[in-house]
DNA sequence: CATGGGATTGACT
DNA sequence: GTCAATCCCATGC
């Protein structure tokens, strides 16, 4: 995917992922659920402002944005919007596809449902570190490309994101409607006209 | 320089 | 349902 795509609102980019691929070294999965995040709200890293550890956040679009949570965990964003605005879409599930027995290997998990279930469960399936951060998504070693001819008209239900403390309420998450390979299922549907940023 | 919290997960009650 | 693991970094003294 081009720069164009994700120098967009990050809400538009965050929809127009899911049923997109997402591949490292020879594996890969069809993202099934985002979340937005953005620098006007509390929940998004961004909002303190540029720093070290935004540094990526506020850059130009179309990168990745890789950071530890909870001191454990590696999580893949992909940078959104015009450089100087901090914004990104969180990458929480995919359906996995290519290089699965590898991993399984990795996670030390069988079912296919739970390989890449959750935004730290898929980076250690792909094998993503925090040395992915910043890099290009168009070129890789971390690559996001467009959906699969199966995926063109995914039905996208919308819903409140999960694991945050704060701006709970804004309906910024993402989901393939009906996929069994989401992080947790969806609890409410799209509302038209929901907050912008 | 010390402290505290976090866009999570998996094990356990 | 609860809880610890574990580390980066923002904040405050």
């Known amino acids: 995917m081009r720069r164009a795509f994700y120098e967009r609102p990050v809400l ?5 992922l899911v049923g ?4 490292h070294q020879g594996c ?3 993202i099934v659920e985002t979340e937005a995040y953005h620098d006007s709200e509390p929940a998004c890293h961004a909002f303190v ?7 990526t956040l506020f ?3 179309g990168r990745a944005y890789v950071y530890r949570s909870y001191g454990v965990h590696a999580l893949l964003n992909a940078v959104c919007e015009p450089a100087g605005v901090g914004a990104a879409v969180l990458i929480r599930a995919l359906e996995p596809a290519e290089g699965i027995d590898l991993m399984r290997q990795r996670r030390g998990v069988e079912r296919l449902p739970r390989l890449c279930s959750g935004p730290g469960n898929l980076t250690q399936a792909l094998g993503i570190t925090l040395a992915d951060n910043d890099g290009d998504l168009a ?3 971390v690559v996001i490309s467009g959906r699969p001819a199966a995926w063109r008209s995914v039905e996208v239900a919308v819903d409140r994101r999960i694991g945050i403390t704060k701006a709970v309420e804004l309906p910024w998450r993402f989901c393939a409607a009906g996929s069994r390979f989401l992080s947790r299922p969806v609890r409410a ?7 912008q940023p």
């Open 12 to 16: 538009e980019v965050a929809r127009d």
């Open 20 to 23: 997109c691929v997402v591949t």
């Open 28 to 30: 890969s999965g069809v």
């Open 49 to 55: 402002g540029l720093t070290a550890r935004t540094r």
């Open 59 to 61: 850059g130009p679009p």
């Open 139 to 141: 070129r890789g070693p």
């Open 189 to 195: 549907v799209a509302a038209p006209g929901a907050v």
